[in-house]
């Protein structure tokens, strides 16, 4: 699976959009961007994935460049519980692949 | 639809026993795979089970760790004779076969393991 690096971590006020920015320039072809992330201690959470085009959910968005090298998750409107680790992974999708998680993103929230 | 579920959310043990983890998949779900946290380090994956089948145990330790998946009942990750350094947090994930084949995984709220 492709390398991904991340900030260390990011501060974001309540009510305020979050984005967070993923670089995945070895990123292959047949590899999608996941994210997720890990509220203090809980198991991880599943947000959002994309091959090449934008993604939105109920969670979040996720901007991809053309090129793939890079990605963005936006969170539109931050609250205190989107305070958690942020993990962008690049992987191929089939079954049994492994998540390998990096060291992600402290995002904190506050008021 | 009741997601992943384990039990028992905390377990602690002596050295040189046994640890018994439990995982029961979302419905639906026929992947299975366990991940450990170590205390302030990130997750890392130990192995991947279909219904009777374990298809990648790479990440999991040589000795003392094993892990089933039966035809009924949950998945199930064993650890013989306990030591202070399988302290961790233990975590389940499911997949399902997904229509686009992306098999996305969801986490069960993990089992945390004290060593006394």
């Given at each position: 699976?492709?390398?991904?690096?991340?900030?260390?971590?990011?501060?974001?006020?309540?009510?305020?959009?979050?984005?967070?920015?993923?670089?995945?320039?070895?990123?292959s072809g047949n590899e999608y961007v996941y994210w997720y992330r890990q509220i203090h201690s809980q198991g991880p959470q599943y947000i959002i994935h994309g091959l090449k085009n934008n993604e939105t959910n109920e969670m979040a968005s996720l901007i991809i460049t053309e090129d793939r090298k890079s990605s963005t998750l936006i969170l539109p409107h931050a609250t205190l519980r989107d305070t958690a680790v942020y993990y962008c992974i690049v992987r191929v999708t089939q079954a049994g692949t492994a998540l390998i998680f990096g060291k992600g993103t402290t995002l904190s929230v506050s008021s | 639809n009741a997601g992943v579920m384990q039990n028992p959310r905390h377990l602690v043990r002596r050295r040189g026993q046994e640890a018994r983890l439990r995982c029961s998949p979302m419905k639906g779900h026929s992947h299975v795979?366990?991940?450990r946290q170590l205390p302030e380090e990130g997750l890392k994956f130990m192995v991947y089970l279909q219904k009777e089948n374990i298809i990648d145990e790479s990440g999991m330790p040589k000795?003392?760790?094993?892990?089933?998946?039966?035809?009924?009942?949950?998945?199930?990750?064993?650890?013989?004779?306990?030591?202070?350094?399988?302290?961790?947090?233990?975590?389940?994930?499911s997949s399902p076969l997904a229509p686009r084949g992306t098999y996305e995984q969801y986490f069960g709220p993990g089992t945390r393991l004290t060593v006394t």
């Open positions: 699976d492709a390398k991904t690096t991340q900030p260390t971590s990011m501060d974001c006020a309540e009510g305020r959009a979050a984005n967070l920015p993923c670089n995945h320039s070895t990123i | 795979y366990w991940y000795e003392r760790f094993s892990a089933e998946f039966p035809k009924e009942g949950p998945s199930i990750l064993r650890i013989q004779q306990v030591v202070r350094g399988d302290s961790a947090a233990y975590f389940c994930a």
